[in-house]
């Protein structure tokens, strides 16, 4: 295992990319990707995705066994506080247990921004019935403040709309979530290629999380190799420290003393 481990509720993980599962032309392509990826943790819709509730059906399970990954199941496509932890509570009788979840209300059908007053209600009650939230929030400091208050595992505010592909539009609020933040800190939400996701852990993020980048891609094992790769390199480069950025301060890249004649 890497010394440069994510670490969420106590257990590491040594790919800061996770991934999810919706949106593939099957289960047989959900697999390759996520291989591709090399994500450890796995987000499932619940609402959405079979893992059991129809035996009829096709399960994820069966294309990506919790033997090998990590389920992170979601309640995508949830509207109220109610409806969240009932969700939450279903996918934990259905993955006998398990409690490490993501958690995320919606605000409208359009936008699909957070409801942060009603996700601040699910996780109260969540982590008093014994759930292990990550919560998708708006990039709003206090906000996030308040679920790690709460004991919240991990914060993960948007980069931009759910599915839009627009990047990082608020480098400065992520930030200043990065910076006071004591659980790690995920950007969920608008990448919409690699160089997002590079730029997001450049920013000092502890990981990343995407669907539609990958999914909706030409190419989408492809992209999520990529993706592996961008990850990888951001946070080598924000352990790396950049150099500082300096205008009209000329300083040559190769050594000036020594020259030959001088």
Not at 36 to 46: D, F, L, M, N, Y
Not at 217 to 232: C, F, Q
Request: with cysteine; charged share 20%.
């Amino acid at each position: 295992m890497t010394t440069d481990a994510l670490v969420i509720a106590g257990k590491a993980y040594h790919s800061r990319l996770l991934v999810g599962t919706g949106k593939y032309k099957d289960f047989a392509q959900t697999r390759e990707a996520v291989l591709a990826s090399g994500a450890q943790i796995v987000t499932v819709a619940i609402r959405r995705t079979n893992i059991g509730q129809d035996p009829n059906q096709p399960s994820l399970l069966d294309a990506l066994p919790p033997a090998e990954f990590t389920y992170l199941p979601n309640t995508a496509g949830c509207y109220s506080a109610d409806e969240a932890v009932r969700t939450l509570r279903l996918a934990r009788e259905l993955l006998d247990g398990h409690d490490l979840v993501k958690l995320e209300v919606l605000g409208d059908k359009d936008t699909l921004f957070p409801n942060m007053p009603e996700t601040l209600k699910a996780a109260e009650t969540l982590v008093k019935d014994g759930f292990k939230v990550m919560v998708y929030c708006s990039d709003d400091p206090i906000q996030a403040r308040m679920l790690e208050e709460i004991g919240c595992v991990a914060v993960m505010p948007l980069a931009s709309l759910i599915g839009s592909g627009m990047g990082i539009l608020n480098p400065w609020n992520l930030k200043l979530i990065i910076e006071q933040s004591k659980v790690p800190v995920l950007v969920d939400a608008g990448v919409g290629t690699a160089s997002d996701a590079a730029i997001a852990m450049e920013l000092g993020c502890d990981g990343v999380l995407m669907n539609t980048a990958i999914a909706l891609a030409n190419d989408p094992v492809l992209m999520a190799g990529a993706m592996k790769k961008a990850v990888e390199a951001g946070r080598e480069a924000w352990r790396a420290g950049r150099m500082p950025k300096k205008f009209y301060a000329a300083s040559p890249s190769s050594p000036t003393s020594g020259l030959i004649g001088s």
